[in-house]
């Protein structure tokens, strides 16, 4: 009993010490100042990179402090509590007496615990002896703890672009692999995204993922000791599609990446921070850090701060607690806009978000879903009407949305402005900013509600109609979306209708039941292919579930009508995805991945071969590209550097989108299908296509059979294990009676 008290008050004792925490921060330590923990030093003010991000390097240089200039200074009492000191610049490599000012932080900082240091690496040879230096007078000598950050910001030219110097991604790999190799030195790629290397940081990330590194990733700020306020074409001058590929991003880090959760706060932050919002993480320098620039120059941060005055010429600790107010101002007007990368311990409001999502998760699972009824005391208002007109709830699997999901949503928000004159709509999401998107690509105007909050429910209760919108019934936890909206919907007497979805994968047991009860729950039942319809009326009993079809029909139907092509290109556009391990049915790990390796090298030699043969230019589209779910584009890295090096072909690396998908479907002679809406496209758009069927005489075999059009099937397994002589066949005959 004494234990189940004690969860109860944890989190309540959390949050109360959270806003204490706060409170501190933001309104008592600004009048009443503790001594700061870290500093960031800058060695000197001069670089020899040419960052497009960065002014720095335009600077001549002048008076630096020297390594006694530096003990004295630390002498003050302000800097009594140091607990870190990072060395920066410019370039602090390019400093003969380094190792110098590292002793001066050693022998005069008596809380001191580490020490760290950035470098571009641009003169391999006296970086490594320069941090050699430094590691033997910090580690050796004083017995401190000290790490590397090498600046990496692109791979190859990429970063040799951003960083202005030809050869510097070559010598920063020289110096990365000298300090893993012959040291026990921990060395962290950091990687600042600017306007020029924006499409390129998946790139980055796998490349360190293969060389098992690791590194963070930052947004390009406006920082005044970089002197780049006049850098606004590439430092946060992102337009939409970029915004929403950097969200996407920081979102596959924190989910797939990042183990540290409070960098994964950070990427958090920035991803609100892309879509307008507010910073959302604290930071070090409200509070706890300081500035201490070359000319001995102190500031309360790098970004926003002006100098405060110079600590050779005034005590640290009396400019330090004298300018305040600056501070302050620096709190009001820049904070909540500043989007650089310090890191700092949860805040309160952080806490209650977090606390909030785990609790909703927990409580909206298929398992808990007889606990639906208590909802009737937390939903005291249910019955009320959240607009006026009609009010649709859409859920489904939206946040992870492939172009045939968004397709889907665009014909069912069609199907309800034709039904009713005065529509709402209100669309349940599992990752709120990727349907944000989605629904400005659609053009319409929707609420989107996230999974995991109360709302989820409430609007389930209040709209007139609830929908579960296309997809496949399968085998997934995130079957509690529709089966809780439901649940909750028939509570309060509510419409509910199954709206073009397909049945299947369907294996476990829970999933079977969790379909089943949504099935049973629904006022109408549309599914997308007649399998479908006879698997759902054995597991009910109901007869009166009919075949709608896809509900991307009509939406490609429409978008096809707007959009003209007056030639077809040379083009084979492949609509390819990776063969996830969901459709291995019986087979082993070591047998599917056989297969699928063996299945990868014969369709890369198909379409060598046919595009030789037919004069045509092999061309890669994503229709999926956010990581869950997963990233056509990281599939196609891999398949291309693997099978197409050296080759001619086009690679579409953007986000993927209905239009864009369109178009390359109309503009190419052929198209090679494998997500299965890729062929519904290409079918319903009448194009000269053929299609993988990765699902095994699943959906892409009901479609097509339901079309009438199975000649245009290739067996997965047989293409996997066909000998080269096969390969020959197929590219032969493929396409024959189409072209």
């Not at 609100?272 to 001995?296: E, T």
């Not at 979306?481 to 047991?509: D, I, N, Q, S």
């Amino acid at each position: 009993m004494l234990r189940k008290i004690k969860k109860i008050l944890k989190p309540f004792y959390y949050l109360t010490r959270h806003r204490f925490s706060d409170w501190k921060r933001t309104f008592l330590r600004q009048y009443f100042p503790s001594k700061p923990h870290v500093i960031n030093l800058n060695a000197n003010d001069i670089c020899n990179s040419k960052c497009t991000m960065c002014n720095i390097w335009q600077q001549k240089q002048d008076f630096e402090i020297t390594p006694d200039n530096l003990a004295t200074i630390l002498q003050d009492k302000l800097f009594s509590d140091i607990r870190h000191v990072g060395i920066t610049g410019g370039e602090p490599t390019l400093r003969e007496d380094l190792p110098a000012l590292y002793e001066a932080c050693c022998t005069t900082l008596p809380a001191l615990h580490g020490m760290s240091i950035i470098t571009n690496c641009i003169k391999p040879k006296d970086v490594i002896k320069r941090i050699n230096e430094v590691f033997e007078v910090v580690y050796n000598k004083h017995k401190k703890n000290f790490s590397i950050m090498v600046s990496l910001d692109g791979y190859g030219e990429t970063h040799d672009q951003v960083r202005g110097r030809q050869g510097n991604f070559a010598s920063a790999m020289e110096v990365i692999d000298y300090f893993r190799t012959h040291t026990q030195i921990d060395i962290a790629i950091g990687c600042t995204i600017s306007k020029v290397n924006v499409w390129e940081v998946d790139v980055l990330l796998e490349f360190l993922r293969e060389k098992n590194l690791y590194g963070r990733f930052r947004v390009a700020e406006h920082i005044n000791r970089l002197y780049n306020a006049d850098r606004s074409e590439v430092i946060r001058n992102f337009d939409e599609e970029e915004q929403y590929h950097l969200a996407c991003f920081f979102k596959k880090l924190e989910l797939t990446y990042e183990t540290n959760e409070t960098f994964q706060r950070t990427y958090r932050s920035i991803i609100g921070m892309l879509g307008g919002a507010k910073r959302k993480i604290a930071c070090p320098y409200q509070a706890q850090g300081v500035v201490l620039d070359s000319r001995g120059d102190i500031h309360y941060c790098a970004p926003k701060s002006k100098k405060l005055g110079n600590t050779l010429k005034e005590s640290a600790l009396r400019l330090f607690k004298g300018n305040l107010s600056e501070r302050r101002r620096i709190l009001k007007e820049n904070c909540d806009s500043c989007i650089h990368d310090y890191h700092a311990p949860i805040t309160y409001q952080e806490q209650l978000d977090k606390y909030k999502s785990i609790f909703w998760k927990e409580w909206f699972t298929i398992q808990n879903i007889s606990k639906a009824k208590y909802l009737n005391f937390l939903l005291p208002f249910a019955s009320k009407r959240v607009g006026k007109g009609k009010n649709v709830y859409i859920v489904g699997w939206y946040g992870t949305e492939t172009v045939g999901d968004k397709a889907i949503l665009g014909q069912i928000l069609d199907f309800y402005k034709e039904k009713y004159t005065d529509v709402n709509f209100y669309i349940a999401s599992l990752y709120p900013f990727i349907t944000e998107k989605t629904i400005r690509e659609l053009e319409v105007e929707s609420t989107v509600v996230p999974c995991d909050a109360f709302d989820f429910a409430r609007f389930a209760a209040q709209c007139d109609e609830i929908v579960m919108g296309g997809g496949p019934l399968m085998d997934m936890e995130a079957l509690a979306v529709p089966l809780w909206a439901f649940k909750v919907a028939k509570m309060y007497r509510k419409k509910t209708v199954v709206f073009g979805c397909g049945l299947g994968p369907l294996h476990g047991e829970k999933y079977i039941d969790a379909v089943k009860q949504i099935l049973l729950l629904s006022d109408e039942i549309k599914l997308r292919d007649n399998k479908s319809v006879l698997y759902a009326q054995e597991l009910t009993g109901r007869q009166d579930i009919i075949n709608s079809g896809d509900g991307a029909f009509a939406y490609v139907t429409k978008l096809d009508k707007q959009i003209s092509v007056t030639e077809r290109k040379p083009i084979l556009a492949c609509f390819l995805r990776e063969w996830s391990t969901e459709y291995k049915g019986d087979l082993s790990e070591t047998a599917f991945l056989d297969i699928r390796d063996k299945f990868e090298a014969n369709i890369a030699l198909l379409i060598k071969q046919f595009c030789q043969e037919k004069g045509v230019k092999p061309a890669f589209y994503p229709m999926h590209t956010f990581t869950v779910g997963g990233d056509d584009r990281e599939f196609y890295r891999r398949f291309i550097k693997k099978y197409f090096e050296g080759e001619d072909y086009f690679f579409y690396t953007k986000n993927a989108q209905v239009r864009t998908t369109i178009e390359a479907m109309k503009t190419a002679q052929y198209n090679l299908c494998m997500r299965f809406h890729s062929v519904l496209f290409a079918h319903t758009l009448k194009t000269n296509f053929m299609a993988i069927d990765y699902t095994q005489g699943g959906k892409i075999h009901n479609f097509l059979s339901d079309n009438h059009d199975l000649d245009r099937l290739l067996d997965l397994k047989m293409l996997a294990q066909a000998t080269p002589e096969d390969i020959q066949k197929f590219t032969a005959s493929i396409f024959k009676s189409r072209s």
